[in-house]
């Protein structure tokens, strides 16, 4: 099976530049997740999708951050402009509705200068 | 405060020793995750606990739950050095496996 896949690795831009990430799910799994974690904190969540509709984006920063899931497969965060404090790696994870974990993508490391 | 606190925050032991990583949650639990980083990449899972008492072991991993489910334990036999990276529990507190909250981390060196 393969695992969620994340693009870029490694992004790096001035602020109030604009961003984006890509992600695409294990297949199958209907629940998609932006996770932000900042250097030495665990990973917080961003926003969650139950196939292509939004379950939970409390902690998403809407006057800059935005995430789509159209098709209910693959989804897209985008931060719009960026500032310092953005800087850290967006993990995207995705689960069937059981009960055995997440599986992570490797995480893209976003450093705004 | 933290919601959920590991401790401790860094850990550097020597090859061949064994270590303990804790996890105490400030409310219960319906489960605990455990989870391995390493450094700038991916979260790889390891054990999810869900009853009180609970006990699991993976290779030279084990990880418990106690009875009130607000606190957990990792524990490492015999460290190598392919047990360095950063450990992070997660907690479900909606008892549906989603929306995972996480802890700080433990970062483990093992040395030679």
């Known amino acids: 099976e393969a695992g969620v896949a994340q693009s870029p690795r490694y992004k790096i831009i001035e602020k109030r530049q604009s961003v984006a990430f890509w992600c695409n799910p294990i297949?199958?799994?209907?629940?998609l997740y932006w996770y932000q974690q900042i250097l030495g904190q665990g990973p917080k969540l961003l926003i969650q999708?139950?196939?292509?509709?939004?379950?939970?984006d409390s902690q998403l920063p809407k006057d800059r951050f935005s995430a789509e899931r159209l098709k209910g497969v693959d989804s897209t965060l985008k931060i719009q402009p960026a500032k310092l404090e953005d800087s850290a790696v967006y993990l995207c994870?995705?689960?069937?509705?059981?009960?055995?974990?997440?599986?992570f993508g490797s995480g893209t490391r976003l450093t705004v200068v | 405060s933290q919601e959920l606190e590991q401790s401790p925050q860094s850990l550097i032991v020597q090859e061949g020793k064994n270590l303990t990583i804790n996890c105490t949650s400030s409310?219960?639990?319906?489960?605990l995750y455990w989870y391995k980083q390493k450094y700038g990449e991916g979260l790889i899972f390891l054990m999810m606990?869900?009853?009180?008492?609970e006990e699991k072991s993976h290779e030279k991993i084990t990880a418990k739950l106690d009875e009130k489910k607000q606190q957990s334990s990792l524990h490492i036999t015999a460290s190598q050095p392919s047990h360095a990276g950063i450990y992070l529990c997660?907690?479900?507190?909606?008892?549906?496996?989603?929306?995972?909250?996480f802890g700080t981390g433990t970062r483990l060196q093992v040395t030679l």
């Open positions: 997660g907690a479900d507190r909606t008892g549906t496996a989603s929306k995972l909250t």
């Open positions: 606990l869900q009853k009180g008492g």
């Open positions: 994870a995705s689960s069937r509705p059981s009960r055995v974990g997440y599986t």
């Open positions: 999708f139950q196939n292509n509709g939004v379950v939970d």
């Open positions: 297949s199958g799994h209907a629940t």
């Open positions: 409310k219960t639990l319906y489960g």
